[in-house]
């Protein structure tokens, strides 16, 4: 008899063991780090198709913002978690391939570190300018800064950010002397635009969408190759003074480096679900922002392929790193 029990309980052991290793993922909720302030373009477009993707999955994504240091410790944080899946990145192209070439020493390595997951969308960018500023155009900006060289400053989300580049790229494309100001998020960097601390940044569109609508802030350019839709009145910044002038930056979601093949197989088959919903891509084109999607693979190779691209061109445009 004593016999027969324990083998009863060694049968209930092992069946429980294997409901345990059979819970489907996730079975709680999704960490989302985003190395990058809130209302800024990536972090208004991962609420966006997390909210959806929470909604297939059943779970609730929790969405942790950790700006500073160009993204650095945000992205630091990510590439440490436990690769379970229920820590993931949220993360810019500047992070991932723009960063790397410009500070020495970074505590993680964006291709050995990460295990990609998916691109997400490309995020269109424009020009703003302080409403009492006097600028218009592009060309008004090029022209005042040739008549006062260094005298005007720009706003940044820091060194190495996107808006860093943008604006660097600008100004030797136009041949002009601005000074940067970096700040600790993109949304900062708007918000002294607004209050007139700096007369200009560029900025992804998802940031300062709601900006523009309320009249806070003017819209003097895009970087894109055609007028957009939304904002048929604004130029090209090809159209103001600098033919082929082309800018856009790009969120892509990263899991650490030794998630499952399979968990990673899951988001990468969420987030293009979500990606096709009608009502998310909607929101997603009011916020400025292009919907794409890939599969894990190419977005690896958009990485290396970016990662070069940039080395190349901060080393051309003498931007100084740390």
């Given at each position: 008899m004593r016999s027969c029990s324990l083998i009863s309980v060694l049968a209930v052991c092992i069946a429980a063991g294997s409901a345990v290793a059979e819970t489907p993922y996730p079975d709680r909720p999704i960490k989302m780090i985003i190395p990058l302030a809130a209302a800024?373009?990536?972090d208004v477009a991962a609420r966006i198709v997390t909210q959806k993707m929470s909604e297939n999955m059943g779970q609730?994504?929790?969405i942790l913002n950790q700006p500073g240091a160009s993204g650095t410790i945000g992205a630091e944080q990510v590439a440490r978690a436990a690769p379970d899946g229920y820590t993931i990145g949220g993360f810019n192209d500047s992070i991932m391939t723009m960063v790397p070439?410009?500070?020495s020493g970074?505590?993680?390595d964006i291709v050995k570190d990460f295990e990609p997951v998916s691109l997400v969308?490309?995020?269109e960018w424009g020009l703003i300018a302080n409403e009492k500023s006097g600028f218009k155009t592009a060309d008004d900006l090029i022209a005042a800064a040739k008549a006062a060289p260094g005298k005007i400053d720009y706003g940044s989300g820091g060194?190495?950010?996107p808006q860093h580049l943008a604006m660097a790229m600008f100004a030797a494309n136009a041949g002009i002397?601005?000074?940067h100001v970096p700040y600790r998020g993109a949304t900062q960097a708007a918000s002294d635009v607004v209050a007139g601390q700096i007369p200009v940044a560029f900025q992804g569109l998802g940031t300062v969408t709601g900006l523009v609508a309320g009249g806070q802030v003017k819209l003097i350019g895009v970087t894109t190759e055609k007028?957009?839709?939304q904002y048929p009145d604004v130029p090209t910044i090809s159209e103001s003074g600098l033919p082929g002038f082309l800018f856009n930056s790009w969120f892509a979601i990263l899991a650490p480096a030794g998630t499952p093949k399979d968990i990673v197989a899951r988001l990468n088959a969420e987030v293009r679900k979500a990606l096709a919903d009608p009502e998310t891509r909607r929101r997603l084109d009011e916020q400025g922002l292009v919907v794409r999607g890939s599969s894990a693979e190419e977005l690896r190779v958009l990485t290396r392929n970016q990662l070069a691209k940039y080395a190349k061109l901060i080393g051309e445009l003498g931007i100084a790193g740390k």
């Open positions: 800024s373009a990536v609730h994504f929790v070439a410009l500070q970074l505590r993680w969308a490309t995020v060194i190495g950010s002397s601005l000074t007028r957009l839709a």
